[in-house]
């Protein structure tokens, strides 16, 4: 099956996206990721006010297989969080680069950003080519 990796995006190492509008990054995880957990039964996220910083978790996804951690790929503060994902986490699958989101952060540096993969460098790291 082929994933799909907007090119607007940028991918972390352990499947968090991130997409920066002005000063505020959208975070979520891919399709590889996804399919990898299988069906997603819980998310935890952070609360809005909360600080988040690169490479911490700012919650945790669980799904029939297992539960995973999520990593932030920037530093800064929780402004807004999916609650139709919370109560509803497996439609996650239905369009996680667009409704499908975790959290949304006011971040404190936009070039953090950049520090992730481009879509390609992700496809050649999770799928070999």
Not at 26 to 32: L, M, S
Not at 62 to 89: C, F, H, M, Q, Y
Request: no cysteine.
């Amino acid at each position: 099956m082929a994933f799909e990796y907007p090119d607007d995006l940028r991918y972390q190492d352990t499947h968090e996206y991130v997409r920066l509008d002005g000063e505020i990054a959208t975070i979520g995880i891919t399709e590889f990721a996804i399919d990898q957990l299988g069906d997603i039964v819980f998310l935890d996220l952070s609360e809005i006010g909360d600080g988040v910083s690169k490479g911490d978790s700012f919650g945790t996804i669980e799904s029939v297989k297992a539960v995973e951690d999520l990593k932030s790929p920037v530093t800064g503060t929780v402004v807004e969080r999916n609650e139709d994902l919370i109560n509803s986490p497996e439609s996650i699958v239905d369009d996680p680069y667009g409704d499908g989101w975790f959290i949304k952060v006011r971040v404190n540096d936009p070039g953090e950003v950049e520090d992730g993969m481009t879509a390609s460098e992700y496809s050649a790291l999770v799928e070999g080519s």
